[in-house]
């Protein structure tokens, strides 16, 4: 099974609110955990990072949360605009038996802006 | 700076037909990364490159799938002979490498077998 996933499979919000991405992951080695943004027909774009040291980061009308006593990340995006809407996926970066560094993702949020 | 290239953009191939998938990473990434993403999906490793050494090919389909990065630079990903289930997107990824570093992705290749 997947390791990471997330709640919603879409969001709806109106123009100019504010988003908010959950994704749960059942890794609790995972420590390095990465949230991309995939407009549809391109690649994956990074958004945002957050560390296991850390329980909050913010960029630029992003904010990512990390709650590692109950396995919960989540993106939030102030104010947001048409040019949000698009697929988010979370992602974890784990040391597994295998020695598989890559990033495993979860299945995505498609995230609706309304006018 | 130019991002991860992949091309084609865009493969239509008979089923039982190879196919081949090239990726030239972000200069200077020692660290790259084959993804499959089906739809509606997020995307899966296949396998992992540091340098020219493949440290992680674990979810590589060994039996129809290889993949090569000769000189530790671009890399090629071949499905011999392909299956209608290999229809997906094929991403590739470079990164500095080492665990935790950003990792940035190319526009993909969509693959329909027919």
């Known amino acids: 099974g997947e390791s990471v996933g997330l709640h919603l499979p879409t969001l709806s919000v109106q123009e100019g609110d504010n988003s908010i991405i959950n994704c749960a992951y059942s890794n609790s080695a995972s420590d390095y955990f990465i949230w991309y943004k995939q407009e549809s027909g391109k690649g994956p774009q990074f958004i945002i990072d957050i560390r296991s040291n850390m329980d909050k980061r913010q960029g630029q009308r992003v904010t990512v949360l990390l709650n590692k006593t109950v396995k919960h990340l989540s993106l939030q995006i102030a104010a947001t605009q048409p040019g949000d809407s698009a697929v988010y996926f979370c992602a974890e970066n784990y040391r597994g038996g295998g020695g598989a560094d890559g990033l495993t993702f979860g299945k995505g949020t498609h995230l609706i802006i309304q006018p | 700076e130019a991002g991860v290239v992949q091309s084609p953009r865009y493969k239509i191939i008979e089923k039982k037909q190879p196919v081949a998938f090239w990726c030239n990473p972000i200069?200077?990434?020692?660290?790259l990364y084959w993804y499959l993403q089906n739809l509606g999906q997020g995307p899966e490793l296949l396998i992992r490159y540091e340098n020219e050494e493949a440290v992680d090919d674990s979810q590589l389909p060994k039996d129809r799938f290889s993949a090569e990065r000769l000189k530790g630079v671009d890399s090629t990903l071949k499905i011999q002979p392909a299956e209608l289930g290999d229809s997906a997107v094929y991403l590739c990824?470079?990164?500095?490498?080492?665990?935790?570093?950003?990792?940035?992705f190319g526009q993909g290749t969509r693959l329909t077998v027919v």
């Open positions: 200069s200077g990434h020692n660290t």
């Open positions: 990824a470079s990164s500095l490498g080492g665990r935790g570093t950003e990792a940035f």
